[in-house]
């Protein structure tokens, strides 16, 4: 069955430091990745798109890799600041259409 | 540009009630989009429609759920009768063309409880 995955448990980090979550996905071919933020009582807001021809995509402090070989993207905040706290979310476009389907989302916390 | 609008933005109601949520898009955006999103969970879509059409209701529970996007833009999901599992945060999103080559802009969502 298809699957994305996303680490359910909170990521603490100290403010600084370089945040690493990760999204891996099971069948699925997409030829699209995004990464959305959501804080609480918000919808989700789109921060990257990575297509599935481009290794890696930068954002100001944000970094996306995408590896179709091992079926997994991974999302970089570096210098990680509180107010990147939120949960992030994964999503990528299906087999077939062009709907997007989500991942469960991590959270991540940024201690000062 | 004005967001995605959407209202309510909390619902209580009892089971076997009916409720509706409207959404209102970006101006000029083909693509709407409502999403399920559950407590801790990531959204689910229900259906996708473009311009005043349907592309995709697949996962919308149609004994249920119900929703059109008269005129090409405003849209109106409905839920007759609820069950107490439809408590969750309804979100509505838009896109300019619905190609996967584009990010989505949500709403606020309309947060329903049943009760």
């Known amino acids: 069955s298809q699957k994305i995955e996303q680490n359910s448990e909170a990521l603490n980090i100290q403010e600084g430091k370089t945040a690493t979550l990760t999204c891996n996905y099971t069948?699925?071919?997409?030829?699209?990745l995004q990464w959305y933020r959501q804080d609480p009582g918000r919808g989700p807001v789109f921060l990257l798109l990575?297509?599935?021809?481009?290794k890696e995509k930068r954002k100001e402090r944000l970094k996306v890799t995408f590896d179709t070989t091992l079926k997994q993207s991974l999302f970089h905040i570096t210098a990680s600041q509180p107010a990147d706290s939120a949960t992030y979310l994964c999503?990528?476009?299906?087999?077939?259409?062009?709907?997007?389907?989500f991942g469960g989302g991590t959270r991540l916390m940024v201690k000062p | 540009e004005a967001g995605v609008a959407q209202s309510p933005r909390y619902k209580i109601i009892e089971k076997r009630q009916s409720v509706a949520f409207w959404c209102n898009p970006i101006?000029?955006?083909?693509?709407l989009y409502w999403y399920q999103q559950i407590l801790g969970q990531g959204p689910k879509l229900l259906i996708q429609?473009?311009?005043?059409?349907?592309?995709?209701d697949s996962q919308l529970p149609k004994d249920r759920f119900s929703a059109e996007r008269l005129k090409g833009v405003d849209s109106t999901l409905k839920i007759q009768p609820a069950k107490l599992e439809d408590s969750a945060v309804y979100l509505c999103?838009?896109?300019?063309?619905?190609?996967?080559?584009?990010?989505?802009?949500f709403g606020s969502g309309t947060r329903l409880t049943v009760v």
């Open positions: 999103a838009s896109s300019n063309r619905g190609s996967r080559a584009e990010g989505y802009t």
């Open positions: 069948n699925y071919s997409p030829a699209y």
């Open positions: 990575i297509r599935e021809n481009e």
């Open positions: 999503a990528l476009d299906g087999n077939a259409g062009n709907m997007l389907t």
């Open positions: 101006s000029g955006h083909a693509t």
């Open positions: 429609f473009q311009n005043n059409g349907v592309v995709d």
